[in-house]
């Protein structure tokens, strides 16, 4: 994912309860390279993995061009996250859905909490179908 395109409004982010700190942390990530190999999971649930994954595949839509190498990183990320081919569908169209809303697809404008609430959402509405249809936990 181009570097250059990835820029996380502070205020966006103290919205989703980060700290000023942690802003500065991720802005300061996002101007190098990083091993997406490397992604600690111990601490993340689904729903955090669908997230960071749909936030990715959004970003890598919003210079309009979706470059190869960005859908490469996309699925390497996916891949380091351990997301299923599946999900990662549903998490992208979740992600696209989101983008279409007149609130527009731009950083400032687009709802984080909104894609974090829809994911979890449909997560839940996905597990509770499972179990309704006989499936174990």
Do not use: C
């Amino acid at each position: 994912i181009a570097t250059d395109a990835i820029s996380v409004p502070p205020a966006t982010a103290v919205e989703e309860g980060l700290s000023m700190e942690e802003v500065e942390e991720i802005d300061a990530a996002t101007k190098t390279a990083t091993d997406i190999g490397k992604i600690d999971r111990s601490n993340m649930s689904k729903a955090d993995r669908l997230f960071v994954y749909a936030v990715a595949a959004w970003m890598t839509r919003l210079d309009g061009v979706e470059a190869d190498e960005e859908k490469a990183a996309l699925d390497r990320l996916g891949t380091a996250l351990r997301i299923p081919d599946r999900p990662r569908v549903h998490a992208d169209e979740i992600a696209r859905e989101i983008a279409a809303l007149p609130e527009g697809d731009r950083p400032h404008r687009y709802d984080l909490p909104g894609l974090r609430k829809t994911l979890a959402d449909r997560l839940q509405a996905a597990h509770e179908a499972r179990l309704a249809e006989g499936e174990p936990e």
